[in-house]
């Protein structure tokens, strides 16, 4: 699975401070959110000045290069493709500039009529330079302030036409806006201090700024920065919301806080929960790296059973592309992490995962495991069973490719070449997360999504 995107703005009280260099130390902590590309859009005295790249930020700037971004107001992104190809010219922030209007965007989400959208602003005039949703968001705020001239009313039609998930950061005419989807899916937080303001996808950005978290954006606000004027507004609103799950179990690093829940902590009551739910006999209790490793200390500490570093992550590897065949995809697989022998010989072994989706990766681990002596091997899952697509930003997989859709868990056992297979149970999630049922996105696992989903854009994922 890969996540969308990750997204920063900073905005420097003091105009003679140049912002590129705190928005580059931004995204170093969000990368894990997207290493596709990455760019910074600055603005000074009217002036935009973008850069954006294919690769990681490392590769994307340099010292010299953000010394030549001035501006006391920036946005940045990192991106992993779900809408829209792999390609330069998907790269963000998109910058545009029209009669009276000077913006840049970058968008955390997806957009699933983005499609309907585009076909219209082209029949309106519009012309594109990619094949992504930020886009489109970003010509539709031009249409709606070409008709007002009214920032805040443009930003509030053009989010009544959005279906999905979306976190922005936005600069239009040298003022900085975050917006939220009303349903708060995917996460954005603000964070200060006497000097700056920042907005990131995570708060860790705020640590490795050394500011404060102030709180995190509530869904649907339109949050204003204009120097030290800070102001809200607010679009429709529901009486609920729908707080990506995934954010908690995988995508968020363990050190942030999203949704003013810390990550950590929650990783930490999954493994309490799993131990609940699957209490195993076994010698061994081990984690697939990184994001399970909590949840694994917290199974060895409830059942007494010891934890070791059985597999062990290779963090040099960059992403791997889609193999031709099944051995290829093996070495894929053991390129990015190894066993410790000694750890697995003739020892009952529980492994523990974040998520199973389509089995293939898993399916490599427990041969590996096997491969290594273990005397058994069960595995716990830290979600329970995906049955459905993700429409808001996650590039999962189509339905038939879903490992869980149309099996048992003995035949799921049977697949993967586990003795045992236990999937924490959806109230045992919701418990973990402390947050109620009807205010999380559980989509992929109940096949209820909370929002309308185009006919096309179902058919095209199933």
């Known amino acids: ?35 596709e590309s990455a760019g910074i859009s600055v603005i000074k005295d009217g002036r935009t000045n973008t850069h954006v790249g294919m690769g990681l930020v490392s590769d994307v700037f340099d010292e ?17 493709s779900t809408t829209g190809d792999s390609s330069h010219e998907n790269c963000s922030p998109f910058v545009e500039e029209a009669e009276d209007i000077n913006i840049s965007i970058a ?32 010509h539709l705020l031009i249409k709606e302030y ?14 009544d036409r959005l279906i999905g998930s979306y976190s922005l950061v ?11 989807d009303p349903l708060g899916m995917k996460p954005l937080s603000l964070g200060g201090n006497d000097d700056f303001l920042v907005i990131a996808s995570e708060t860790v950005a705020f640590d490795s700024l050394n500011v404060d978290y102030i709180r995190s954006i509530k869904p649907g606000e339109i949050l204003q920065i204009d120097g030290r004027d ?33 990550v950590y902590e929650v990783r930490l009551n999954v493994g309490k929960k799993l131990a609940e ?26 059942t007494g059973i010891p934890y070791a570093e059985g597999l062990i992550k290779n963090r040099y590897v960059g992403r791997t592309f889609i193999m031709p065949t099944q051995q290829d995809r093996d070495i894929a697989v053991r390129l990015k992490m190894n066993t410790v022998d000694s750890i697995i010989k003739d020892k009952k072994v529980v492994v523990i995962d974040d998520s199973v989706v389509r089995g293939t990766t898993s399916k490599t681990i427990i041969k590996m495991l096997r491969e290594a002596g273990a005397k058994e091997v069960h595995l716990l899952v830290g979600c329970p069973e995906i049955i459905s ?30 003795d045992s297979i236990g999937y924490i149970s959806i109230d045992g999630l919701v418990d973990a997360i402390g947050t109620p049922y009807e205010d999380l996105c559980l989509g992929c696992i109940t096949g209820d999504y909370p929002t309308v989903i185009p006919e096309e854009i179902e058919d095209e994922l199933n």
Not at 146 to 159: E, F, G, L, M, P
Not at 285 to 300: F, G, K, M, Q, R
């Open 1 to 35: 699975m890969q996540d969308k995107c990750g997204v920063i703005g900073v905005y420097s009280y003091d105009d003679s401070v140049d912002v590129a260099s705190w928005i580059l130390s931004g995204l170093h902590t969000i990368q894990h959110r997207g290493q």
């Open 64 to 80: 010299d290069l953000i010394n030549l971004l001035n501006g006391n107001i920036g946005i940045g992104h990192v991106r992993y």
């Open 107 to 138: 968008h955390n989400g997806d957009i699933v009529n983005s499609f309907k959208l585009r076909e219209e602003l082209i029949e309106d005039g519009f012309k594109f330079k990619s094949n992504t949703d930020s886009e489109v968001i970003c």
């Open 146 to 159: 070409q008709k007002s001239h009214d920032t805040v009313d443009a930003i509030k039609k053009t989010c």
């Open 170 to 180: 936005i600069m239009i005419n040298g003022i900085l806006y975050a917006v939220r």
């Open 230 to 262: 800070v102001e809200s507004f607010f679009l429709k609103k529901y009486d609920h919301t729908a707080n990506c799950m995934f954010e908690y179990l995988y995508f968020a690093r363990p050190d942030s806080m999203i949704y003013d829940k810390s």
């Open 277 to 302: 739910e699957y209490p195993i006999d076994a010698d061994v209790v081990i984690a697939v790296p990184d994001s399970s490793i909590p949840a694994t200390l917290a199974y060895s500490r409830a």
């Open 389 to 418: 697509p993700c429409y808001y930003g996650i590039a999962m997989a189509t339905k038939e490719e879903l490992l869980a859709v149309g099996r048992t868990n003995e035949e799921i056992r049977d697949e993967i070449g586990v």
